[in-house]
Each structure stands twice: as C-alpha cells, then as structure tokens.
C-alpha cells in the first residue's frame, strides 16, 4: 500500500511539474507583443492576461505594488495635430535652429552642438527653421531660461539627454520632450521622443562596434535578479560604461525597471546580450519607431523562476535572431551621440512626412531609416538594400554616366563600346571640361543626353533626374572596356546590387610607424575600394552622397579629386558592411584616367583616406579577395565555347 502511495504522489508531483512547464512558453509570449502597427505609437510590451499571471502563485501571494504618483501632464491636452504647426516645414523643409547657451557649456551639449551643426538639418536663421531645439543639459546653476522665440513652445523640442538635468525652470507649454529614460507615467507617446540613458563619455560620431560573442548564460545586473543561481554575473556600478567588463559571455540579461537601469540596457545592446526587461517603469528608447519585440523581452519581476526556465527553452534560432538584432540596433542609432541626435530628429520629420515617412520595415532591417532616405523612396523595392529580403531582383537594364573634366576629351570609342551592351539603356555623358561639347555625337543604339557640369569631381554623384535606372555604370573619358567587360559586370552587379562591382581597386591600411590610415594604388590579392571611373553601382547612392555626408566631407572631395573614390566607397562601406566585388579586366586599363589615378599621390591625396575616416568617426572599408570571373574564364578551351569572348583578347 506504501509503495501505491509513494508512486502516486511521484505521478502527481511529475504531472503538476509538466503542466507547469507547458504553461511557461505561453506565459513568455504573452509578455512580447505583436509588431507594430501603422500609425500607432509603440510603447513597452504589456502583460496581456493577468488571470494567467495569477495562476502561478496562491491568492493573496503576489506582493502589493508600490503605490504609484499622480500622473503630471506637460503641455495639458498636447498631442502632434494640435501643439506642432506643420506649415513651417513645408516651404523651406525641415531645418533645425538651436538656441546658443548663454553661459557655460557642458561636454554633453558640445557633443549635441557638433552633432547637429554637421547634420544637413542645420540652420544658422530662427525665421527658416521648422524646428527649435533648446538642449537643457546645463551644469548645474547655468539652467537656460525662457528663450527669446519660445512661443508658447510651439514646434520646439527640449532635449534632456540626462535624468539630472535642468528641469521645472520654466513652464514646457506646446514643446515636445525628448527626455532620457521617461517614465511611463510623463510620456506623452507620439508627442514625446524617448531616448536612451547616455553615458558622459559616449562618443560624438562614429562609436565602438557591437560585441556579439557566442555563449549562453544568463547575466543579472544585481543580485536580486537572479535569485535561483549563484553564478550570475554581477554588475559593478553605474560608472561601468565597457559592456565587455560586465557581459562578456551573456545571451540574457536581466534588467530591473528602475529608471536608473536605463544605461545597463545600452550596454546589453552593445554585447549583443538580449535584454529581458522585469517590468519596467520607463519608456524604451525610439519606441514610437522601433520595434522591440525583435531585440528584447519583457517579464514579470515577481516570477523570476519561470522566466529563467522560459529562457532556457528558447530555441537557438530565436535566440540568435534577437542578439543580431541587437547588434544592429546598437550600430544604427545608438553607438554615438549623432546617429543619437539624427535618430530623434529623423522620428519628427516622419510624423511631418505623414505618409511619406519611413516605413517600419526600414526602421527595423539593415542598413535602418538613417540610411535609407525617404526624400528619394518609402518602397522597400527601390533601395538596393531590400531586393533578397523581398525576393526581388533588379531590372536589367543600366545607364552609362560618363564624365568628362578638365582634360577629357569626347570619349567616341568608349560610346560604341558601352552602347554595343545589349543591357545599356541610355548613356549620358557630364561634360565638366572648359571647352564647349562637340556639336554632334556617334550616332548609337540607345539614347545620348550631354548634361553640362559645374566643373567639379563631386558633381558626378549628383542625383540626376534624367538617369532611369537604377543601375549606373560610372566611367571616365579616358576609361577603355569592351563590350563584353561591360556585359559581364553588369550581370555580376544584379546578383549584388547593394555592393560596387568594379574593375580597378585599392587597398587601405594602418600604418604603424605614422599611426594613420594610408592606402595604395599598386596591385594586389587584396583590395577594400573600386574606382568610380570604372564601376556598377545603384543610383540610390547619389542620393545618400548629396543629402547624407557632411559638408566638409564634400569640400574634402572638391579639394582633392582622388578623395571622391574614397568618399563614395567609404560610403556604401557604411551602409552595407561589405565589400565591393572584382571583376576582370584588360591591362589597359592600368593607364586609365591619369587625372583621378595620380601616379605618385600628392599629400592632399594621401592624407585623404585619414581625414575621411576621422569624418565617419571609425573605418568602414572592408577588405576582400575575391575576383568573380566568367565560366571558362582563361580555361585551355575553344573560344567559340565562352560567353565573354572579349575578356581575353589582347
């Protein structure tokens, strides 16, 4: 009878733990809402079922909440229609004014300073400006006080990069907060923007890359986080700004809901350690954009033993989803404090698009909304970024750009080759030479338009409206390919049409001795840049090269014709995290284009590569050695049997 009985309470006891467990997954996706939805403004992630939350503990067990304050209202009933006059950004676009500060000033707002007047949002003219920003991370004592144009608040957005900074010096009215870490109860969704809790030392461009290393552990950032297991690894202060010091070997970590955990947060994004949120008090950063059911879950505090047991029976492949997810969050909007900056001005120029703005899609998918301007397209289908994503393949057709400077002469052979492509469109020739074009033109097959330049290299990369493709063969008039280089390329672009397929290449590289970034012109296995005077790439990239680099950047160019190479590979580098693609070519090419493939590099072109590393903040170029050849390519074997018969004539 005792045996009966020991084996009946074994059976219940294993029936109670399965039912248990089968009860745990549910609970978890309970937590993690859908995607967002259109139009809505997407705050945290909210327990959906509470009966089911109180199903795991007795009545009258779970703890009683700490009483909440009454909600403060900033601006009475303020919402976007009716505290923002959109009018004021209609006729001279969105620019953005600062205020100066008018005393001392902190690091933080040097760094917000140096941010916005390198964006191309800057104006200098409070009467041209759609939005002004007052910044109110001051020392202490040197709060600012009511601006001279404050009316009423109207289109105006304080910034509060910090929990400590100048507060109740003046009544906010109409004026949008973008606040570090807000609390739920004072955000205002879809008026306010939340920001992320940002370290003093956090950079002004560029930042530290993502530190996504392979390992399953669970990381608690205080002791009472992880209750059930001694091994968690503990976080030493808030003065810890290096992620690798606390997580470096963590898949989950456990983040409180104080406010104050604002910055243990940034730095899981930065370890590629998936944050599980025990229900937090404080609004997730860019979350009216952002949608973070894909980098991040959020729990119940007061189950921390069904939340270990949830995670352990995550699969590895949602696992590894949400850590590259991470990674990609952390490199696009919050590694630095302008793509910080350019991230919050960019959610207030969506909301004045209405529904030109960003889709969600480009928001949350690399290269992300910063990249992916919304002045040239909102489909997915015409960047070059989305074509695999959405099964998708560009057109097969190209237009040939040729420029034609100072020195260049009417590139007549260089026509008929292009022009004998069976995949060219149109050719368009940029006459940028001081004497008048040539009165007439070979006559060809497709299309001939001569657009008169403004006699500079840059002037190359303009968006031009008359190019109807969205591949672009870019060519010098001292350029020489064959039809078949040409037809070869082009179809090696379409299987790659985020990337630059090019035909001559150049290396970068850290010189030691100088401690700078150097390149070189000579041949060699391994390259990380393509000359623009021989290469395919997708139109949308004039657009990013006009309206997305700084402007010293384009006088960098302007100054030094070799840096226009550089600028435009470092360019889609950013974007694509990738290198550009080799394809063969003939020795001649080896003396094409002397003006912009200068023999001995002058020190303006040498120092070039350093300066524009220094305006990117850090080193985007990818170095490759892969050369993508035809079939038969060079093979012991009949020519008639070969595609590309012109690859190998002398």
Not at 257 to 268: M, N, P, V
């Amino acid at each position: 009878m005792q045996s009966w009985r020991r084996k009946s309470l074994w059976l219940a006891l294993l029936a109670s733990w399965l039912l248990g467990l089968l009860g745990i997954l549910p609970l978890l996706r309970l937590a993690v809402p859908t995607g967002p939805r259109a139009g809505a403004p997407q705050g945290w992630p909210r327990w959906l079922d509470a009966e089911l939350l109180q199903s795991f503990l007795q009545p009258g067990a779970l703890p009683e909440d700490v009483p909440q304050l009454p909600r403060v209202p900033r601006g009475g009933s303020c919402d976007w229609g009716a505290c923002f006059d959109t009018s004021k950004c209609r006729s001279g676009g969105f620019k953005v004014f600062v205020y100066p500060a008018a005393g001392p000033i902190s690091e933080m707002q040097q760094k917000i300073l140096a941010s916005i007047e390198g964006s191309r949002y800057h104006t200098v003219s409070p009467t041209e400006a759609c939005l002004h920003l007052l910044s109110l991370d001051a020392p202490a004592g040197a709060c600012s006080l009511v601006p001279p144009k404050w009316n009423g608040g109207q289109n105006h957005l304080v910034l509060r990069l910090h929990p400590a900074s100048c507060s109740g010096t003046f009544q906010l009215g109409q004026a949008m907060v973008a606040e570090a870490s807000p609390t739920v109860d004072t955000f205002r969704p879809g008026f306010d923007v939340a920001l992320p809790l940002l370290p003093e030392a956090h950079p002004v461009r560029g930042g530290a890359p993502g530190q996504l290393r392979q390992h399953r552990r669970v990381a608690g950032t205080d002791s009472s986080a992880c209750p059930w297991d001694g091994h968690c690894e503990q976080d030493h202060g808030p003065e810890q700004t290096h992620p690798g010091a606390a997580l470096p070997n963590a898949t989950f970590c456990l983040i409180p809901g104080h406010r104050a955990d604002g910055l243990r947060f940034l730095q899981a994004l930065q370890a590629g350690c998936v944050p599980v949120l025990l229900s937090p008090r404080w609004e997730l950063p860019f979350s009216e954009v952002i949608d973070w059911t894909k980098a991040a879950i959020v729990a119940d505090e007061r189950l921390p033993l069904q939340v270990l047991a949830a995670l352990r029976e995550m699969p590895p492949t949602r696992v590894l989803a949400l850590r590259q997810q991470t990674q990609f969050l952390w490199d696009t909007y919050f590694s630095s404090m302008e793509k910080v900056i350019r991230t919050t001005l960019e959610i207030i120029q969506d909301r004045i698009l209405g529904a030109s703005a960003h889709p969600s899609l480009l928001w949350n998918s690399p290269p992300g909304a910063l990249l992916a301007l919304p002045a040239f397209s909102t489909s997915p289908l015409d960047f070059p970024f989305y074509h695999l994503q959405q099964g998708s393949r560009p057109a097969g057709r190209f237009s040939a750009l040729i420029w034609v400077g100072a020195t260049g002469q009417p590139p007549l052979k260089l026509i008929q080759a292009v022009a004998g492509s069976q995949h060219c469109a149109q050719i368009l020739v940029l006459w940028s030479n001081d004497k008048p074009p040539p009165p007439s033109w070979p006559e060809t097959a497709v299309p001939l338009l001569v657009i008169e330049g403004h006699r500079k290299v840059s002037d190359r990369f303009l968006p031009y409206s008359a190019i109807s493709t969205d591949a672009i063969l870019s060519l010098d008039a001292h350029s020489s390919l064959s039809t078949s280089e040409v037809d070869f390329a082009f179809v090696v672009w379409q299987s790659f049409p985020e990337r630059m397929v090019g035909f001559l290449t150049w290396s970068h590289f850290w010189d030691e001795a100088q401690g700078r970034w150097g390149y070189t012109t000579e041949r060699a296995n391994e390259f990380s840049m393509v000359l623009t005077s021989a290469a395919f790439y997708h139109r949308y990239y004039h657009t990013l090269f006009t309206h997305s680099l700084p402007t010293a950047l384009r006088r960098l160019a302007e100054a030094a014709p070799p840096c226009v190479d550089v600028l435009m590979n470092f360019l889609v580098a950013a974007a694509t995290k990738l290198p550009p693609i080799k394809v063969p070519y003939r020795r001649r090419h080896e003396d094409a284009s002397p003006s912009r493939v200068p023999g001995g590099l002058g020190p303006a072109a040498r120092d070039c590569i350093d300066r524009v590393a220094a305006g990117f903040g850090h080193m985007p170029l990818v170095s490759s050695r892969l050369r993508l050849d035809p079939v038969l390519f060079k093979d012991p074997v009949s020519v008639l049997r070969k595609k590309y018969r012109g690859l190998e004539k002398p």
